[in-house]
């Protein structure tokens, strides 16, 4: 990619670095994690967040616990009111999936002329809700791998090797917005690219996340149990070729060994290797299966794809979706 002047609403010029400001709506395993390191690099970072975490992280900062090395800032910009930040150059949504009509509002004062609002959530659906909200021309796509959360109020632990971030406009364009924020998380010791084709990113990862979140959290098993058992074997592949189909009845392109290659990228998972679905119903936290396995029933429906192994995940686990406390 070649570089270009930054074209920014909010910067500033210190050492011949152009700083974003960014603000980040949901400071938990995915948000704490990437706005930590932006924010260790310098860059200008505020947290949205509310509970228990927010009162820790405005006494005491944050810490994040990574593979990658960890970070603690003494100090973080936090807030349970996004008008205290104001208008900003990328916003990075970082919340569960049932929350993103919640963060659309809470973005609205973040909202500048150029402002770029990257969805850093599961599935394939948050995307349109944000365009329906705040406007086409503000949203972007966005996928990560990682495993991360909250071990304790003001800490992140991060586990594993994999942290990545894809990033891309909607209609697929160069934009001086998406190429800056490149920068930045480069700068940052981020794992990042800016891609022309953030939907089939997208569908890459529901993919693959919807088998994996959806057998993990129905057997209570780590991936490596699931995968060596010939019967879960058996629904673990069914279910990704439910997802497969409905991808490519939607116009996704999907390569003549995609199971194979799917499986094949489960064998070679760590075995102990779990998943965010897993660990919410383990703690008895609200589950992201409506926009998961359900999403696969949903849209299945909508382009006439029968889609049986998602639905009974789906109706096995949905008396669990809102959590222990509902």
């Known amino acids: 990619m070649c570089a270009v002047a930054p074209y920014f609403l909010n910067v500033s ?13 949901g400071a938990g395993g995915v948000g704490g994690y990437f706005g930590a390191r932006l924010a260790a690099a310098g860059e200008d970072v505020s947290f949205v967040q509310r509970g228990d975490h927010f009162r820790s992280m405005q006494k005491n900062g ?6 990658h090395g960890d970070i603690s800032l003494n100090t973080v910009k936090v807030t349970e009111n996004p008008a205290e930040i104001g208008p900003s150059d990328i916003v990075l949504i970082a919340v569960k999936s049932g929350q993103t009509e919640e963060a659309a509002e809470l973005c609205k004062p973040l909202l500048g002329p150029e402002t770029g609002v990257i969805t850093l959530q599961n599935g394939v659906e948050n995307e349109s809700q944000l365009v329906e909200r705040l406007g086409r021309e503000h949203v972007l796509g966005g996928v990560v791998y990682i495993l991360s959360l909250i071990r304790s109020p003001g800490v992140i632990r991060h586990s594993g090797q994999l942290a990545r971030l894809l990033f891309g406009e909607l209609d ?21 690219q800016f891609t022309n084709d953030i939907e089939a990113e997208l569908w890459a990862k529901f993919v693959f996340l919807c088998p994996h979140n959806g057998m993990t959290a129905l057997t209570r098993s780590p ?18 070729r439910e997802v497969m189909a409905v991808a490519k009845a939607h116009g996704i392109g999907i390569a003549s060994d995609g199971v194979a ?3 094949n990228r489960f064998d070679n998972l760590p075995a102990e290797m779990t998943s965010s679905m897993y660990h919410d119903v383990v703690n008895g936290k609200p ?8 999403a696969v029933v949903r849209l299945g429906r909508g382009h006439g794809v029968a889609t049986p192994v998602n639905e009974f995940i789906y109706v096995a686990l949905k008396l669990l979706r809102a959590g222990r406390d509902h």
């Not at 991936?223 to 990704?240: K, M, S, T, Y």
């Not at 589950?287 to 359900?294: A, I, M, R």
């Open 62 to 67: 944050l810490r994040v616990e990574s593979t």
């Open 172 to 192: 697929g364009s160069d934009s001086k917005r998406g190429r800056s924020f490149l920068t930045s998380c480069l700068n940052a010791s981020v794992d990042a």
């Open 287 to 294: 589950l992201e299966l409506d926009w998961l396995n359900g």
């Open 261 to 263: 290659s799917f499986m």
């Open 223 to 240: 991936i490596g149990l699931v995968r060596n058992d010939p019967d879960c074997r058996e629904l673990l592949e069914a279910a990704a």
């Open 13 to 25: 010029w210190k050492k011949e670095i152009f700083i974003m400001k960014i603000a980040v709506i």
